[in-house]
Nanobody, 117 residues
Framework: QVQVVESGGGLVQSGGSLRLSCAAS????????MGWYRKFPGKDRELVAI???????RYGESVKGRATISSINAKSTVYLQMDTLKPEDTALYLC???????????WGRGTQVTVSS
């Protein structure tokens, strides 16, 4: 059973920073990638950042230059540093873990980020 758990969300003022954590747990994880999307009310999920096990990174256009995703560490944990936050960054941030074997994607429940103006 693979579980994905996010943490680190909260309320922050505009211009501030947050670091989100995402940990995947389970036996003998064969991770292909981990990353973050965010969900706005009434809208589809939007890409924030993805990192593959080999270190390839992709950022969403709206966060480029303000987001930094860490490599996947030995504890199957990845961090997302968000700087210069804006009120429009307010969303539910969802982490996923993509596995090679079995070929599945597991999602966490999300962590809420609220940026006040």
């Amino acid at each position: 059973q693979v579980q994905v758990v996010e943490s680190g969300g909260g309320l922050v003022q505009s211009g501030g920073s947050l670091r989100l954590s995402c940990a995947a747990s389970g036996s003998a994880l064969d991770l292909e990638a981990m990353g973050w999307y965010r969900k706005f009310p009434g809208k589809d999920r939007e890409l924030v950042a993805i990192i593959t096990a080999s270190g390839r990174i992709r950022y969403g256009e709206s966060v480029k230059g303000r987001a930094t995703i860490s490599s996947i560490n030995a504890k199957s944990t990845v961090y997302l540093q968000m700087d210069t936050l804006k009120p429009e960054d307010t969303a539910l941030y969802l982490c996923f873990a993509s596995l090679r074997t079995p070929d599945v994607v597991r999602w966490g429940r999300g962590t809420q980020v609220t940026v006040s103006s």
